[in-house]
């Protein structure tokens, strides 16, 4: 098989097409992901060459200090605290979780939105019955209640209706079980021999 892939050279990279052996194939979702033996290493002049490495400072020293000092050694491209990454993490999932609440907002405003539509609609179908209900002394506080109560049983019943449709997809897996049973474990596991 004929791979295409980057060639270091120097400090930089350009890329070349190289002949190797397809040993297995993976379901793995990630398109770009492929697996190579370390050994293959030097058909991309990557030998002696780590991704990173993890660095302990003595007892007493400082950590921004030895961040300093292996910051402007030759092949050392980037030095930062490990908790960084973690903190780079949860900072990117704290603006999704930000994006997520605008659009809780707008979904919330859309529904009374549609809450205030509905009840309007509602109330001028039955025009005639409030009409009716007001020419026998009924005050409009009861038939306010009344409007307030049937939307409320709506509502409900439709929450419930909601969840129970929802329980019926949750339990899909179950139909899958037979599968799950008939799996071949030593093949799945297996994925570049």
Known sequence: MRLRHPLREGTGYRFVTTTVTLRGVTDLPLRPVAFMDAGAARIMNLGGIAN????????????????????GRAGVGTV???AQITADIR??????LGLLVIVQGAVLVLTLLIAFNSAGITLDE???????????GVPVAV??????????????AGTVAGIL???VPAAAPLLLVRRLRRMDV????????
Do not use: C, K, N, Y
Request: hydrophobic content about 55%; cysteine-free; charged content about 25%.
């Open 52 to 71: 990173a490495a993890a660095v302990q400072p003595a007892a007493g020293v400082p950590a921004a200090r030895v961040q300093r000092a292996l910051f």
């Open 80 to 82: 930062e605290p490990a």
């Open 91 to 96: 900072r990117e999932l704290d603006r999704v």
């Open 126 to 136: 039955r025009r005639r019955e409030h009409a009716t209900m007001f020419a026998f």
């Open 143 to 156: 038939a306010l209640a009344l409007a307030v109560v049937e939307s409320l049983l709506i509502g409900t």
């Open 165 to 167: 449709a929802g329980r």
């Open 186 to 193: 030593p093949a799945t596991l297996r994925v570049v021999e």
